[in-house]
């Protein structure tokens, strides 16, 4: 496979010459100036856009000032560049119209009445897990970590997390079975 050749523009966007240094130099480092972050970037083509827009920094800077190290001064400008590009990229996420309706469209809102029923359905199964199970759940709704739970309860993340499990198990099959045991499991 072959080496792609990057290539400079020796006029900037308005038509104006550039440094024939900076040409130069930039020709020079070019295969290893575009490494930075090269498998970030999508393309060798992508690379030389963001090259030339260093080269034409670079040649404007030098007019009005020297630059002594001119690969230096190249180098830190590329870099500035990709960082940004890169930055700008991951921040940005390209969607079109139809995705958005799909998902406009597809994420409806419960209803008033199917959200209500859903809290009430809730409360009954809270109220029917005996009382370590209703513990360890109210602990979890307060972002309690199933290991921070455990250590409270002096036992294991994995004892914790089988005793939700069986607990919320054992509360639905009675609902399902239309039993009411909160005052049964309170007893234990």
């Given amino acids: 496979m072959a080496r792609y050749r990057f290539w400079f523009n020796d006029k900037d966007r308005n038509g104006q010459p550039l440094d024939k240094n900076v040409l130069e130099t930039a020709d020079k480092i070019a295969p290893v100036l575009t490494r ?10 992508t690379c030389n856009d963001m090259l030339q827009e260093a080269v034409e920094a670079a040649s404007k800077a030098t007019q009005k000032n020297p630059i002594a190290n001119l690969a230096g001064y190249l180098a830190r400008i590329y870099k500035h560049i990709v960082d940004n590009s890169l930055e700008r990229k991951n921040k940005l996420i390209p969607v079109d119209d139809d995705f ?57 993340a994995n004892n914790v997390s089988m005793r939700m499990t069986r607990g919320l198990r054992e509360a639905a099959k ?13 007893a234990r």
């Fill in 36 to 45: 930075y972050r090269h498998q970030e970037i999508d393309s060798e083509s």
């Fill in 100 to 156: 958005l309706e799909t998902l406009a469209n597809a994420q409806q809102a419960p209803s008033f009445e199917e959200w209500m029923h859903n809290r009430l359905v809730l409360e009954k199964l809270m109220k029917s897990v005996d009382r370590e199970t209703r513990l360890i759940w109210s602990w979890r709704i307060a972002g309690y970590s199933e290991s921070e739970i455990a250590k409270r309860l002096g036992t294991t």
């Fill in 174 to 186: 009675d609902l399902i079975h239309g039993k009411r045991t909160s005052k049964r499991n309170d």
